[in-house]
């Protein structure tokens, strides 16, 4: 069952999967299920659960949920270690947080048909830190929703273990 952190549903029988199903499967995006991010998730996970989550916002304000799901799918389409891409970069490289949002655009653009919209959202996810400024109102939404995620995925499986201490 496809779910996103800190909802019940199954994503497959809603209509946010006829926006991604093209994508979910693909060789390109399993592998990201291997790959840890924010200490306790995959970046496959969370991925979707900023796919999701930007879906249903961008739906609610009537703006184009579909790239939105789209966009969150692939923002974080990289296979690199960030740590140890920060640890061997020189001075002159781009830092982490603008490399893996160029890349991210590289792989998607290799896997599917990329929007302007959709690389808009991907490449500038990371704002401010990307200083360039988002373009349209779903890249602020998807740049919101990723950070938190990030911070649901921090906090909810500390939570959850510290629930689990108090009932014994």
């Not at 069952?1 to 946010?16: G, P, R, V």
């Not at 399993?30 to 306790?40: A, E, P, Q, R, Y």
């Not at 979707?48 to 389409?77: E, M, P, Q, T, W």
């Not at 490449?123 to 200083?131: D, N």
Request: charged share 25%; net charge positive; proline share 2%.
């Amino acid at each position: 069952m496809l779910k996103a952190i800190c909802s019940s549903k199954d994503l497959t029988t809603n209509s946010y999967y006829s926006c991604v199903s093209d994508l979910i499967d693909c060789n390109q995006l399993n592998k990201l299920k291997s790959i840890t991010h924010h200490v306790s998730t995959t970046r496959f996970q969370h991925c979707v659960n900023v796919s999701y989550y930007s879906y249903i916002v961008c739906r609610k304000f009537g703006l184009n949920a579909r790239s939105a799901a789209r966009a969150g799918l692939l923002h974080d389409l990289f296979y690199y270690d960030r740590k140890e891409y920060n640890a061997s970069r020189q001075k002159w490289q781009v830092s982490h947080s603008k490399h893996h949002s160029m890349q991210a655009v590289s792989n998607a653009c290799e896997l599917t048909s990329v929007t302007a919209l959709e690389k808009d959202m991907i490449e500038k996810h990371m704002w401010p830190l990307t200083r360039s400024k988002p373009s349209y109102k779903e890249t602020y939404i998807i740049t919101i929703i990723d950070k938190y995620c990030a911070v649901l995925e921090f906090c909810v499986p500390n939570v959850q273990k510290l629930m689990r201490r108090k009932a014994r």
